[in-house]
């Protein structure tokens, strides 16, 4: 990670239960986490660390089963990969790091973490940006024969084990490029450094597993705690920021904005001229909304 982060700190944290999460950390500042998406790790941040770190403190950290944090044995009910779980895993390192409240950048499937953290602990959370996400409730309900076939991989990796995890298992580089690579903007804007870093901890033990494991609870336990905040009329409070690429399927199959005003009470956003890997496709235009938002947090 040092050759993408220069100046940066690496860290492994200890958030309990046998669980360590890992983390670069730089800058100075306000803190901020950033969390990554599937099938990639921290790296994906290399681009707008620069900048970010010139006003904050980033914590840039691997959620639980990607990158160099555990990967520990999926439960029978996906409980210990369900977002409630990672989220717990990213509050306690901040804490553990020195930090109660904080801001919170995040994409995919760590945005996915950042919902359900915001959502349990608004307390901690200052902010919110998430990327290239609509709520992982709304895009179940409403999967239609386009989705599916654009994001083929939700229902693959939810198959029970030993299958999709055998399968990636067998070639988990080319699974990281055929997956990658047959997105809107193709390899072209992956700096070799983090590619090389992305296949290198999906081939990591346990990794495959995690990474079904994280698919499995977001179809099954991560819906019941997303419904019963439904039904219970709980929405997030914290300010957030909603950005998705308007050359990806979140753009095309959803309303993401939409759906986002429905489970919070404070809500802007809009597409970026990118497609799903907006913090490598578009960096600079990720940094122009983002560090306005960032900067208008008061408290």
């Known amino acids: 990670m040092t050759p ?7 860290r492994c944290v200890d958030v309990g239960d046998g669980i360590e999460i890992a983390a670069t950390i730089g800058g100075s500042g306000p803190p901020l986490l950033l969390l990554h998406g599937h099938p990639q790790t921290r790296a994906i941040w290399h681009k707008v ?12 950290a691997d959620i639980r089963g990607y990158g160099d944090s555990s990967k520990p044995a999926g439960l029978p009910d996906h409980a210990n990969y369900a977002k409630r779980a990672m989220a717990q895993d990213q509050v306690t390192l901040m804490r553990t790091l020195g930090f109660k409240r904080f801001l919170v950048l995040a994409h995919d499937r760590g945005a996915r973490v950042a919902h359900r953290l915001a959502m349990d602990h608004p307390q901690a ?4 940006v998430t990327l290239d996400i609509a709520p992982t409730l709304a895009m179940y309900e409403q999967t239609n024969e386009a989705f599916a076939r654009a994001y083929w991989h939700w229902f693959f990796l939810i198959q029970p084990a030993p299958l999709p995890e055998r399968l990636i298992e067998a070639d988990p580089a080319r699974y990281i490029t055929d997956l990658m690579g047959k997105r809107s903007a193709g390899l072209a804007p992956f700096d070799p450094r983090a590619l090389a870093e992305y296949q290198r901890c999906i081939a990591l033990p346990g990794a495959a597993h995690a990474t079904c494991e994280d698919y499995r609870a977001a179809a099954t336990i991560d819906l019941d705690h997303d419904r019963a905040d439904r039904d219970a009329g ?5 300010p957030l920021l909603a950005l998705w ?4 399927v979140v753009h095309r199959c959803f309303q993401p904005l939409a ?38 947090a008061t408290d």
């Not at 959370?125 to 919110?128: A, D, G, K």
């Not at 690429?245 to 990806?248: F, H, Q, S, V």
């Open 4 to 10: 993408l982060f220069p100046g940066f700190e690496e």
């Open 49 to 60: 660390a620069p900048t970010l770190a010139q006003r904050y403190t980033l914590v840039a």
């Open 125 to 128: 959370v200052r902010r919110l």
């Open 234 to 238: 709980r929405k997030l409070q914290v």
């Open 245 to 248: 690429g308007e050359e990806g």
């Open 259 to 296: 759906e986002w005003q429905r489970v919070a009470v404070d809500v802007q956003g809009g597409p970026l001229p990118c497609g799903h890997y907006i913090a490598e496709e578009a960096p600079e235009a990720l940094l122009a909304r983002v560090m306005p938002f960032l900067a208008a």
